[in-house]
């Protein structure tokens, strides 16, 4: 089985201070991670994505995430913060050593951010 | 845009009513669900398509009847509903084939905001 943990229900952040918003995940075998971000009353949009190779991944909006497998986590991090970073930011992740027929994602609950001026 | 086109954005129904929820992706995709979101709850996976094909259905109530007449429509059929099915429902894509290059990251469409008086 898989699962997600965000520990975090809400992050707040001055602007321009670094954020990092917390993921630790449970896979049987390898994982993909997979960060995505959602605005008010707006559908989920894909930020980033760990598959392999360097452990830190570099995404959309200045956004990245460090892969650590030792300490199964997947945190986002971005170096600045902006007042329009603020969302909701969900974690997700795919076991590919899984019998995984529709390839599913098991996703977090979800960490509110708050940049405030 | 996302290539994943729901419709409609917005939806009030009254119990006894029946209404359809839209959902068409332009990505060449082959695998199609349905999330609902609801207030202070975590994404819930109602169903998958594969292929065409249901591969799951995490034991949603009948008065949700999904439609998947080809690899790019994607339909909920609704009726009957509860106040408590008041949520976001979201629809989103992903390839499965070919096995090898898929990474298995889901593209949302913007929602459709459902409201049972």
């Known amino acids: 089985a898989q699962s997600v943990a965000q520990p975090e229900d809400q992050v707040n952040v001055a602007e321009g201070n670094p954020l990092t918003v917390k993921c630790t995940y449970s896979?049987?075998?390898?994982?993909?991670l997979f960060w995505y971000v959602q605005y008010p009353n707006r559908g989920l949009q894909f930020l980033l994505k760990y598959i392999t190779g360097d452990n830190l991944v570099k995404g959309s909006y200045g956004f990245e995430a460090e892969f650590n497998k030792s300490q199964t986590s997947f945190h986002l991090k971005k170096p600045s913060a902006l007042v329009s970073d603020s969302a909701l930011y969900f974690c997700a992740v795919r076991d590919i050593g899984a019998n995984n027929a529709g390839n599913m994602l098991t996703f977090g609950g979800g960490t509110r951010l708050m940049v405030k001026p | 845009e996302t290539g994943v086109t729901q419709t409609p954005r917005h939806l009030v129904m009254g119990m006894t009513n029946k209404k359809s929820l839209k959902c068409e992706q332009h990505l060449g995709h082959n695998a199609m669900y349905w999330y609902k979101q609801s207030a202070k709850k975590p994404l819930e996976l109602m169903f998958v398509?594969?292929?065409?094909?249901?591969?799951e259905n995490n034991s949603v109530p009948s008065r949700f009847s999904p439609e998947c007449p080809n690899s790019s429509h994607l339909f909920l059929h609704l009726h009957t509903l509860q106040p408590e099915d008041s949520a976001l429902y979201l629809c989103?894509?992903?390839?499965?084939?070919?096995?090898?290059?898929?990474?298995?990251?889901?593209?949302f469409g913007e929602g459709s905001r459902l409201t049972v008086l």
């Open positions: 896979v049987s075998g390898n994982p993909y």
């Open positions: 398509y594969s292929l065409e094909e249901r591969v």
């Open positions: 989103a894509s992903s390839r499965l084939r070919p096995a090898t290059s898929v990474t298995g990251e889901l593209f």
